[in-house]
């Protein structure tokens, strides 16, 4: 059974930093692109991030860009979201999202259940 | 960046009818379009990729079709559970921007 688990969410000052976990299980993590997808409080689906199977092509929305950083560990099977120079936007549930293929152009099969950062003096 | 355009944002229709949800690309997408289900505090789910492939175990009344700029998801035979927002994705290349979503209910 594919399985993501996100957490280190939580509350974070303006300008602070956050990293966000997913902890994976029931696939073969390093062989899959995985990706950030965050949704702000009644907002709709932002794609945040993404990171090729082998850890060496990373992506970024323009909105995080220079200030978030995506990595992950194939041999732990986790994926990581650094999340400096934190702003009140970035307030949002955070998704991790399993790729179909170890590209990141592949459409997203599993995801997690979301882990909420909330940024707020 | 491609921007991705659905419509409509919302519709209300009742259980058995036929649903039919679009999305336009700003430009050729070839066929890297997916949709995704999201129910009330919940996660995504996938519905289809590829355009028109069904994702494993989404029930057979969904549909999608298009290539290019424009592409529809088809509901056949509306039921209470697909009550739900639908998003389109494009992930021909980055940014893998979503669609604003078309909130689906039940009147």
């Known amino acids: 059974e594919v399985q993501l688990l996100e957490s280190g969410g939580g509350l974070a000052q303006p300008g602070g930093s956050l990293r966000l976990s997913c902890e994976t299980s029931?696939?073969?993590?390093?062989?899959?692109?995985m990706s950030w997808v965050r949704q702000a409080p009644g907002k709709g689906l932002e794609w945040v991030s993404a990171?090729?199977?082998?850890?060496?092509?990373?992506y970024y929305a323009d909105s995080v860009k220079g200030r978030f950083t995506i990595s992950r560990d194939n041999s732990n099977n986790t994926l990581y979201l650094l999340m400096n120079s934190l702003r009140a936007e970035d307030t949002a549930v955070y998704y991790c999202?399993?790729?179909?293929?170890?590209?990141?152009?592949?459409?997203?099969?599993?995801w997690g259940q979301g882990t909420l950062v909330t940024v707020s003096p | 960046d491609i921007q991705m355009t659905q419509s409509p944002s919302s519709l209300s229709a009742s259980v058995g009818d036929r649903v039919t949800i679009t999305c336009r690309a700003s430009?050729?997408?070839?066929?890297?379009l997916a949709w995704y289900q999201q129910k009330p505090g919940k996660a995504p789910k996938l519905l289809i990729y590829?355009?028109?492939t069904l994702q494993s175990g989404v029930p057979s009344r969904f549909s999608g079709s298009g290539s290019g700029t424009d592409f529809t998801l088809t509901i056949n035979s509306l039921q209470p559970e697909d009550v739900a927002t639908y998003y389109c994705?494009?992930?021909?290349?980055?940014?893998?921007?979503f669609g604003g979503g078309t909130k689906v209910e039940i009147k």
């Open positions: 430009q050729g997408i070839s066929n890297y």
């Open positions: 994705q494009k992930y021909k290349s980055d940014p893998l921007t």
């Open positions: 029931g696939f073969s993590f390093s062989t899959s692109a």
């Open positions: 999202a399993k790729g179909r293929a170890s590209v990141v152009s592949a459409a997203l099969n599993y």
């Open positions: 990171i090729n199977g082998g850890g060496i092509s990373t």
């Open positions: 590829a355009a028109s």
